[in-house]
Every structure is written in structure tokens, then in C-alpha cells.
């Protein structure tokens, strides 16, 4: 079965940094790319970043290159995503999903955590 968990979501000012994390269960990021997406109210579900399971493609939305990073821990099966200069338009629900692909989009994974709030007041 597989299971992603997702912490460290919480209130943060504008400018601020945050970093989240993925504890996976049932997979392997040596097998599968990891993703990070996200919600805001009244919104889609958008694309944030993704690390290919060799960890050679990194990929991020053109909203957040720059600001945000994603990285893995292999040894703890655990991906994160350090967020800096956060903006108050980087609210949302933060997802952390799993798939064997390269793409960015959210019919491409199967498997996704519960999410953790992301707050960024301003």
C-alpha cells in the first residue's frame, strides 16, 4: 500500500521561508518521480516541482524557479521542497505526489499525500 505524508505546512510572512516534506511508504524514490503540487482556494491543482527518480531532471513551475527547491533524502525515502521569499499568492495546500513519469501534470500520478497548508500572510 502506498502511503505519502506530507508536514511542516504552517503560518508564514511574506519573505518568509518554509520547507516542507514527503515521507513515502509503498514506494521508492529510486523508482518514481516525485512532485510537488498545489491548490489554492477556487483554484486547480497546479504544478510546483518534480525530481525524476534518477534525480538527473529537475523540474520547476515557472512561478516558483528561483525561490523554491526540491531535494530528496534517499536513505529516509523522504522528498522536500524549501521554500523562500514566499509570497502571500503561494497560499494554498501543498501536495506531494508519486508516479513513474516526467510530466508535470496531475492526471500523470496515481498515487498523492493528504496535503499540508501552506499559509503566507502579507
Known amino acids: 500500500q502506498v502511503q505519502l505524508v506530507e508536514s511542516g505546512g504552517g503560518l508564514v510572512q511574506a519573505g518568509g521561508s518554509l520547507k516542507v516534506s514527503c515521507a513515502a511508504s509503498?514506494?521508492?524514490?529510486?523508482?518514481?518521480?516525485a512532485a510537488w503540487f498545489r491548490q489554492a482556494p477556487g483554484k486547480e491543482r497546479e504544478f510546483v516541482a518534480l525530481?525524476?527518480?534518477?534525480?538527473?531532471?529537475?523540474n520547476y513551475a515557472d512561478s516558483v524557479r528561483g525561490r523554491f527547491t526540491i531535494s530528496r533524502d534517499l536513505a529516509k525515502n523522504t522528498v522536500y521542497l524549501q521554500m523562500n521569499s514566499l509570497k502571500p499568492e503561494d497560499t494554498a495546500v501543498y501536495y506531494c505526489?508519486?508516479?513513474?513519469?516526467?510530466?508535470?501534470?496531475?492526471?500523470?500520478?496515481?498515487?498523492w499525500g493528504q496535503g499540508t497548508q501552506v499559509t503566507v500572510s502579507s
Open positions: 505526489a508519486a508516479d513513474r513519469t516526467y510530466r508535470s501534470s496531475v492526471t500523470a500520478y496515481d498515487y
Open positions: 509503498g514506494v521508492t524514490f529510486t523508482s518514481y518521480t
Open positions: 525530481i525524476s527518480a534518477s534525480g538527473r531532471t529537475i
